[in-house]
């Protein structure tokens, strides 16, 4: 069993920047892949980042590539993403998710309770 838990989310203006904490507390933590998803208001749920067990091959979203940023403290059990020049259109709830696969699959093993993220205009 691993829980995750999001902290970091808040409101933003436009330009701004915000660092995604995932934290876990289960023992697997460094064997598993972790993700970012969020959900939008009144969308689907999407794929904005993952990275390996050891920390290589990061993929992205084509619509975050080159903003975010997700890195990973197996030590600490944490997983982070680090979010620049956010847009009105980043605005979701940012959920962290975890899997023995890699890439991780849309319906990953765990999930976290999600951190609401809001950009401004």
């Known amino acids: 069993q691993e829980r995750l838990v999001e902290t970091g989310g808040g409101v933003v203006q436009a330009g701004d920047s915000l660092r995604l904490v995932c934290a876990g507390s289960g023992r697997s933590f460094s064997r598993l892949s972790m993700g970012w998803f969020r959900q939008a208001p009144g969308k689907e749920r999407e794929f904005v980042a993952v990275?390996?067990?050891?920390?290589?091959?990061?993929r992205y979203a084509d619509s975050v590539k080159g903003r975010f940023t997700i890195s990973r403290d197996n030590a600490k059990n944490m997983n982070y993403l680090q979010m620049n020049s956010l847009k009105p259109e980043d605005t979701a709830i940012y959920y962290c998710?975890?899997?023995?696969?890699?890439?991780?699959?849309?319906?990953?093993?765990?999930w976290g309770q999600g951190t609401r993220v809001t950009v401004s205009s």
């Open positions: 998710a975890a899997d023995i696969n890699y890439p991780i699959p849309p319906n990953p093993e765990y």
């Open positions: 990275i390996s067990w050891n920390g290589s091959g990061p």
